[in-house]
Nanobody
C-alpha cells in the first residue's frame, strides 16, 4: 500500500509559479512511475507529467512544468512556471508499478492516487 499526499496548490496570478509536492509512503518509491494529472470541473482527468525511466510531458506544459523526484525523500515535485489563466483544476499525484511504463499518460497505468490539491490561476 502506498499513500500519497500532495501539497503546494493555491491561487496564483497568471505568469506566476507554484511548486507542487507529493510525499509517498512505502519503500518502493524509487522503483515506481510517478505522475501528475489534473482535472477541471466537468472534465476528465488528464495527464500532465510523469517521471519514470525518463520524464514525460503533455505538449501544453513542455518547457514550463518540470517534474523531478527525490528518491531519498520519497517525494516527487511539479514546478509550474509561467502559469496561464484557465479554469481551476485539481492536481493529482499518482504512483504506478512500472518505472519503465510506456503508457505513462493513461490513468489506468497508476495504482495509487493522492487526494489532490487545487490550483487556480487568475488573470
Amino acid at each position: 500500500q502506498v499513500q500519497l499526499v500532495e501539497s503546494g496548490g493555491g491561487l496564483v496570478q497568471a505568469g506566476g509559479s507554484l511548486r507542487l509536492s507529493c510525499a509517498a509512503s512505502g519503500r518502493t518509491f524509487s522503483a515506481r512511475l510517478m505522475g501528475w494529472f489534473r482535472q477541471g470541473p466537468g472534465k476528465e482527468r488528464e495527464f500532465v507529467a510523469a517521471s519514470g525511466i525518463n520524464t514525460y510531458y503533455v505538449d501544453s506544459v513542455k518547457g514550463r512544468f518540470p517534474i523531478s523526484r527525490d528518491n531519498a525523500k520519497n517525494t516527487v515535485y511539479l514546478q509550474m512556471n509561467s502559469l496561464k489563466p484557465e479554469a481551476p483544476a485539481v492536481y493529482y499525484c499518482a504512483a504506478g508499478p512500472l518505472l519503465n511504463s510506456r503508457t505513462y499518460a493513461r490513468v489506468s497505468s497508476y495504482e495509487y492516487w493522492g487526494q489532490g490539491t487545487q490550483v487556480t490561476v487568475s488573470s
